[in-house]
């Protein structure tokens, strides 16, 4: 079972290492027993989401305190948030930032859009609440609490004022921790996170701006961006749910309609909605598991194929072909010969 253990090659959902670096500020600081990230994650500039979770719900076991989250925000700073945090120091002011920090915000925290508005005299910053996809109380507070303690370092010494904080987990024990926190009204149940910030905020300069280093910033953002999965949380959970249906050897449409949560003929439906069918996309999730798993030299053509669900190396010999043209064996080596 050793080298046939599927590898976490699909973050379907990421956030920068940063991220991973202030929990890790957090655990030296309060002298927590929590088991740091693996280094072969943290060499990379993205770290899966689930591991970060996981990271928070470690801190959370050793450190159990109300309001956790807002107490790990306190030690960020904007090297946490990766280039995002850069560019927020490189912009002229508040307005300037706000909308480079709506556009990137992915960079630093793949999982769910910000959006701006504006409501009698606040600028309302929100969070679609998916019921896909559920970070949870900690996650939640946590971000919130970080955006809120960057916007104030950016254009420190001046101080950020919110006129309410709208969070869509129950009322916790302390509601007022959370609003001593913010300084403002805080309220719990709501249908979004949201933040209201009071519009003369908008005029509040940044000490370090640096117009020359934002465009060379914006230019890498906007590269970076490219490289990240689309924004569909349907269409993610449809990927989940194949990578989980191919470990498990049972890649039939009712298996994965199933775990996806819908009756197999509305599933069809919602997928014929997407654009594609379940043998389409099916196929697209094996082909990148494919060139992942032949990238790894420690793993025979054979042993690919039982990993990707096919019942014989042949089917999958056939399938590799029509995709890429070519033969498995004859990838790989091409491979190799490319990365000398």
């Not at 971000?143 to 916790?172: S, T, W, Y």
């Not at 191919?246 to 996806?260: L, M, P, R």
């Not at 082909?287 to 089917?315: H, P, V």
Request: proline share 4%.
């Amino acid at each position: 079972q050793g080298k046939l253990k599927m590898k976490r090659i699909y973050s379907l959902k990421s956030v920068t290492s940063g991220l991973i670096d202030l929990l890790e500020l957090f655990v030296l600081k309060k002298n927590l027993n929590v088991a740091k990230i693996s280094n072969n994650l943290h060499e990379y500039k993205r770290i899966p989401f689930t591991e970060w979770l996981a990271l928070l719900k470690a801190i959370e076991e050793k450190y159990n305190r109300p309001s956790l989250g807002l107490e790990i925000a306190r030690y960020v700073k904007p090297s946490h948030l990766g280039i995002l945090g850069y560019i927020g120091l490189s912009c002229e002011s508040l307005y300037d930032a706000l909308p480079f920090f709506i556009k990137y915000q992915r960079l630093c925290y793949d999982f769910m859009q910000m959006e701006v508005s504006i409501e009698d005299e606040s600028l309302v910053v929100s969070w679609e609440f998916d019921a896909n996809f559920k970070a949870g109380k900690l996650a939640d507070e946590t971000m919130i609490a970080i955006f809120f303690n960057i916007v104030n370092i950016i254009v420190a010494p001046n101080v950020v004022k919110l006129n309410k904080v709208e969070f869509v987990f129950d009322r916790p024990k302390n509601p007022r921790t959370y609003e001593k926190y913010f300084d403002c009204n805080v309220e719990f149940s709501k249908n979004r996170t949201r933040m209201f910030f009071a519009k003369s905020n908008l005029e509040l300069p940044i000490n370090k701006a640096d117009p020359v280093l934002k465009n060379i910033l914006n230019r890498q953002a906007d590269i970076l961006l490219t490289e990240l999965p689309e924004v569909n949380s349907f269409d993610e959970l449809v990927q989940q749910n194949i990578i989980k249906a191919i470990h498990q050897g049972n890649i039939n449409i009712e298996y994965v309609s199933k775990k996806v949560g819908l009756p197999t003929r509305i599933f069809q439906y919602k997928l014929q909605k997407q654009g594609y069918t379940f043998k389409q996309r099916l196929n697209q999730v094996r082909k990148g598991l494919a060139l992942q798993y032949l990238e790894d030299r420690s793993l025979n053509i054979n042993e690919i194929s039982a990993l990707l669900a096919y019942n014989e190396q042949s089917s999958f010999n056939r399938a590799f072909k029509t995709w890429f043209g070519m033969s498995p064996i004859q990838w790989r080596k091409d491979f190799n010969k490319d990365a000398i």
